[in-house]
C-alpha cells in the first residue's frame, strides 16, 4: 500500500499500540537545551529514574547566553543558573554537550544539522517548538514540552497520535526578492495560524524542490506557526550532498547502504494525503507581519487591513499602533535583528552580505542592528570569510551566536514601545521581550534594508533588481 | 494515579483565538529551573496593560478567583512548546481548558500534567461563555465518560481524542510507567531502526 513518507517514519519507529489509537514510539534523536530541560532532569531524580540512552539525546545552549561575550558567570544570575544546571545534568547523565567552551555551542536547530545528527527518516524531539526545522531532511521532528522531555529520556518513547497528513504543493518558480521567509509567511498567512492544527505538512513541489537545505530549513521551521506540529520535505539530492561528510553523518560503504535506506522512504508517488494545497509561487511578494498572530502579514507594498469587525485585527492594530490603511512601507524601526534558528544560517548572512558588499550602504543612526549567528560554526565561517567587518563597517554589530532576542530571554530585549525588524519567527505581544514592544517579522534581507533605510523598505527598491 | 473523569466548579471566560503561550506566561518567567511559583505570573503582561487602563482581567476578577473551568475561542495555547503554560493554569487552579480549538503542544502538555482541554463548537463556545460571563457563581461540570460539559439544563457535547481520554479516565496521563512497562521492546525497535545500526 502506497504511504506517505510521515506514515513510513512513523511506522518503523512504533514500539506498540497503547490504548485509544495512541502508540508508543521511539524518539530515534533527542536535542536538549538549559530552559525547558532542568526540571525533567529533577523530576527524573525524585522518581529514582536514569537516562536510558544517553547516547540518543544530545545537548547545546542556546536560549539563556548572552551574545556580548561568553565570558562566565553570566551577569544574569537566572541565565548562569539554567546553565549550571544544564552542565551537572549533562555530567551526572552522560550525555555528549556541545558548549561554548569548546567552540560548539548554537541553536539546537541549526547545530543539529550542522554536525549530521539530523538525518532522514529519523524521529526527533526536542522541547522547542521549532523542532520541525529538522523535518527539512525528511525526519518526523516535532516539539514537545517538559513532561515528554522527562519520558524520553527515561524511556527513549513517547505517547504519540498520528497526525493527519497535508501535501502543500508550491508551484512556478519564485520572483526575484523573494525569499523561503517570503513562501513561508505567504503560507501561513493564506491557511491562517491553525490551519495546520491536527496536521504534518509534506512541503513539495518544484519550488522547494529548487530549494537549497537551509531554505527548506526556513520552510519547515515556520509549519509551527501555522498551527502544524511537523512538516518536512522528502529527502533527495540536494539533502544527501548536504549531509555528506558532517561529522555524524556515515562514510564509505555505511554511507550508500545509508542513501539507499534515505531513498526509500520517500513518500510514494501514489501516497494517499488528507488533504492537499496547491500555492502558486510565482505570485508571492516579500511579505512582512503587521501584527500579533504570525497570519497576520501583507506584501511588503501592501497596507494595514481596515477590516475593524474582526476582534482579532482590531486588537493587533490597536496594539502596534496602526491608522486603519496605513501603507507598511515607511514604517520607521528602532531594532534590527538578522538571527534565529528561522533565519540564522551561513546562506542568510551571505545574502545580506552580497548586497552590502561594494555599496557603502550604512545602517540608519538611530537602529539599533544585531548581527547573531545561529552557531558559532557558522559564526567562524562568517568570520573566515570576512563578513564580521563588512557588517561591522555597515554599522551592524556582530555578536556571538545563540537565540538572542528572537524570545528574549537574555539580555538582548526590546525596550518600551520599540519596533523591531526581525529575521525570527514569532510577532506575539511582548515575544522580544518589552510587554509593548513591536516586532515585524521578514526576511534577512528585507531587515538589512529595514536597517538602512530606518523603516520598512522594499528591499527590491533600496537594493535594485534582486536574484 | 487516580482516574480524572469528572471536573467540577465555576469558570471563567477568556475570549479571543491565537492566545499564544508567551500571553499565557511570558518568557522571562521561564528563567527559573523548576515551574513553582508559576501561578503567581499568569498572564501577566495581559492583567497588567489592562490594569493600566483601569480595567480588569478576567484572572483579576476576585469573584473566579475560585475557577475550575476556563472556557476560551479558537486556536488557544498556539505558539512556543513552554509546559510553562499549563503548568501555569494548572498552579492557578484550573482543571481543564474547553475552547473550539488547542494548539497541538499545548493540549499535549496539558494532558501529560492531567488538564484536559475540550472542544466545543464555535456556537457552543459562545453559548458557554455567556453563562459563564453571566453568572460567576454557577458551576459547571465536565464528564469525560459521557463526553459532556453540563450546568443545570445546559449540556454541550465536549471533544477529546480517544487517547486523551483514555489517559485521563484511567488514570495514565503521566506517561513515564507506561512507556517503561514496554521494557525490552523498546530495544527490540532500536534494533530494526537501520540509523542506529549501521544500515546493515
Known sequence: MPKSLYEKVFDRHVVRPLTGGQHQLFIGLHLIHEVTSPPAFQDLRDRGLTVRHPERTFATQDHANPTTSLLRPYADRENEGQVQALERNVEAFGIRYFSPERGEHGIVHVIGPELGLTQPGMTIACGDSHTPTHGAFGAIAFGIGTSQIRDVLATQTLVMEKLKVRRIEITGRLRPGVYAKDVALHLINVMGAKGGVGFAHEFAGPVVERFSMEERMTL???????????????????????????????????????????????????????????????????????????????????????????????????????????????????VAFIGSCTNGRLSDFQAVADLLAGRDLKVAPHVKALIVPGSQQVRNELVARGLDKLFVTAGFEFREAGCSMCLAINPDRLEGRQVCASSSNRNFKGRQGSPTGRTLLMSPVMVAAAAIAGAVTDPRTLFGTLQ | MAHRSRISGTALVLRGNDIDTDRIIPARFLKGVSFAGLEAHVFADERSALRARSRMHPFDDAQRRGARILVVNKNFGCGSSREHAPQALQRWGIAAVVGESFGDIFAGNSVAIGMPCLRVSERDAALLQEAVEADGARTFAVDLEEKTIRSGNLVVPVDLSDGARAQLLEGTWDATAVLLAAGPQIEKTAARLPYLNGWA
Request: glycine residues 12%.
Open chain 1, 220 to 334: 519547515c521551521n515556520m509549519a509551527i506557526e501555522g498551527g502544524a506540529r511537523c512538516g518536512y520535505v522528502n529527502p533527495d539530492a540536494t539533502t544527501y550532498a548536504w549531509l555528506r561528510g558532517r561529522p555524524y553523518v556515515p562514510g564509505g560503504a555505511a554511507w550508500e547502504r545509508a542513501v539507499r535506506d534515505w531513498d526509500s522512504i520517500r513518500s510514494d508517488i501514489d501516497a494517499p494525503y488528507d488533504d492537499l494545497v496547491t500555492i502558486d509561487g510565482s505570485t508571492i511578494e516579500p511579505m512582512v507581519t503587521w501584527g500579533v498572530s504570525v497570519d497576520q502579514s501583507v506584501p511588503v507594498t501592501g497596507t494595514i487591513p481596515t477590516d475593524t469587525e474582526d476582534a482579532g485585527i482590531a486588537d493587533a492594530a490597536d496594539f502596534m499602533g496602526w491608522q486603519p490603511g496605513q501603507a507598511i512601507a515607511g514604517t520607521p524601526i528602532d
